[in-house]
């Protein structure tokens, strides 16, 4: 008894040994799992995760999609954040039939954001949302004339972010319900198919897309007597979503529109069977919109079996059902309308402040414009009057090298005398025997080089010539058209250019070295003459004239 006794308590010890270090085992084991949990509260779950959820509800159970965004976007400061999750909230409630609450959730705005510069995506999705509430509310030429602006854009259709990405894709799916509304099939099909490439299927949010718009494409194609084509693709989105986690919308839109193709084919057996089926994945959910497709369509398929029990039961719950969303509609249209018009008054305010600074931001921009084609004109006008001087002058220049008969001389001088002279006769003014006179002087001192004395003047030509000062000044005025002074720089231009022209040597000389040997009293004095007389500098002149000679 002893021993036993002895073996019952070293058994004890060891248990109290044991649990003790299991003790601390377990102690370590939750320190290190809080510690993760408050590592974990501290980043946070991936955002696109929890949207991406909210998504999902959305198709499951519009009140739990609803309540668990709300939650999220009380506990999130983003505001892209928030814009996409009262975008889920909002299409929850459309789905219900409740357009004023869709519409409100819609529109909800951060006050504490409303002045700063938002994002390129949050102003595409902000524009998605309005085109949305638009087609919700039936009012689809507003609709499409957003999204037709919106899908011109080439900066959003490049853009590869995923969320812009699947943001895209939801536009071409209500551009495409928008042309089916018209009947225009083809371009419904062809916005199904570019949404479709904008899908990448790597999250929920892309999979209900796809699924959405292959049981859209197969109604467009009954709407088109292709029975046959939408009933094998009804089947397989049907296959599929058992394949997924429970999607009762999905699956009540898949069988609502596969009775179709059997009501249009007269099987109504079978007809009710798809919709019963239908109808039991959102009896009990408040897909109020799909409950009425569904009610409408029973009703129709049991009158056409002429079984008027069911008939009136399922067109009873259509017209209640359909009376309650035609009035919530109604109220949501007005709201939007409401909306709009509040939104468009609190932004005169803001237009106003604004209107100055776009306003002065105009007229400098006018301005700027205005002074460079003005500046471009005058520069251009320049430009063409400087390649009239270089024609006129090489013109001149050629004549030079041809030397004019004295006698045709003489007479194209009386001549420019004649038509330059005015009709009135005035008894101050020098003969015409005196002026034939001095303009002879004039050509015999222009042959020579007399005029690239620096002192010459018009007292010291005049007193060369013993010609009355006036009288010189005048003859040089009416024959040459100019004054003394832009005369002789003529004539000193000239000559040096013809130097430049036919002895290469002054090619190598200075511009300065020109300057003085022409005449003139400074360098930049001689290029300013030079360039008013040829429409050139003097270096692009010898350049010019370099160039000629190598070709």
């Known amino acids: 008894m002893k021993t036993d006794f002895k073996t019952i308590d070293e058994n004890h010890k060891k248990n109290e040994l044991f649990s003790t270090k299991n003790a601390k085992s377990r102690i370590l084991i939750l320190a290190i799992f809080a510690c993760c949990i408050f590592i974990n509260g501290q980043s946070g779950p991936d955002f696109t995760i929890l949207a991406d959820k909210a998504f999902q509800k959305l198709y499951q159970n519009p009140d739990d999609c609803i309540s668990y965004s709300q939650s999220l976007l009380i506990s999130d400061q983003n505001t892209e954040h928030k814009i996409i999750l ?10 219900k039939g409740d357009y004023v609450q869709s519409v409100n959730a819609s529109a909800q705005k951060d006050d504490t954001e409303k ?22 509310l039936d009012l689809y030429n507003q609709s499409q ?36 509304i018209i009947r225009n099939y083809s371009t419904a099909f062809d916005n199904l198919n570019k949404s479709d490439q904008y899908i990448d299927f790597h999250n929920e949010e892309n999979r209900m897309i796809g699924f959405e718009n292959k049981i859209f494409r197969a109604s467009y194609l009954m709407r088109q007597n292709k029975y046959n084509d939408a009933k094998i693709l009804l089947d397989q989105v049907i296959i599929n979503l058992e394949k997924e986690s429970h999607q009762p919308f ?30 039991l994945e959102i009896e009990n959910l408040p897909y109020n919109n799909l409950k009425s497709k569904i009610y409408e369509s029973l009703a129709k398929t049991y009158f056409a079996l002429h079984n008027d029990t069911k008939y009136h039961e399922y067109n009873k719950l259509y017209l209640e059902i359909k009376s ?3 009035s919530n509609q109604k109220e949501g249209i007005r709201y939007i309308v409401k909306l709009v018009e509040t939104y468009q ?11 100055s600074k776009k306003l002065w931001l105009l007229i400098v921009v006018l301005i700027s ?16 009057k400087d390649l009239k001087k270089q024609v006129y002058f090489f013109e001149k220049q050629k004549k030079r090298e041809r030397p004019i008969p004295i006698a045709t001389y003489h007479k194209e001088k009386q001549e420019k005398i004649i038509i330059d002279r005015t009709a009135e006769k005035d008894s101050n003014k020098i003969s015409k025997e005196k002026e034939i006179e001095i303009l002879q002087k004039l050509n015999d001192w222009e042959q020579s080089d007399r005029y690239l004395n620096k002192s010459m003047s018009l007292s010291t030509l005049s007193a060369q010539m013993g010609v009355n000062t006036k009288y010189l000044s005048e003859v040089i005025n009416n024959s040459k058209g100019k004054n003394f002074n832009g005369y002789i720089n003529e004539l000193r231009i000239n000559h040096i250019a013809h130097l430049l022209k036919t002895d290469p040597a002054f090619l190598h000389y200075k511009v300065s070295y020109l300057a003085e040997f022409s005449g003139f009293s400074s360098h930049s004095a001689f290029t300013t003459v030079f360039k008013s007389v040829t429409g050139m500098s003097p270096n692009s002149y010898i350049q010019e004239i370099t160039k000629n000679k190598m070709s």
């Open 86 to 95: 009262q975008n889920i909230i909002s299409q929850a409630y459309a789905m």
């Open 115 to 136: 002045d700063r510069d938002i994002s390129y995506f949050m102003q595409l999705f902000g524009e998605y949302n309005l085109a949305d509430q638009y087609q919700n």
């Open 145 to 180: 004339k957003i999204i037709s602006s919106l899908l011109s854009d080439t900066k959003l259709l490049k853009n590869e972010s995923p969320k812009s990405k699947i943001t895209i894709a939801k536009l071409y799916q209500l551009q495409a319900i928008n042309s089916a």
């Open 250 to 279: 999905l699956s009540a839109l898949a069988y609502e529109n596969l009775s179709r193709y059997y009501f249009l084919t007269e099987n109504y057996k079978t007809a009710i069977d798809k919709l019963e089926k239908g109808l």
């Open 324 to 326: 309650k969303l035609d």
């Open 345 to 355: 008054n609190n932004n005169l305010e803001f237009q106003r402040q604004n209107q």
């Open 369 to 384: 414009s205005i002074t460079s084609l003005i500046i471009y004109f005058l520069i251009e006008k320049r430009r063409n």
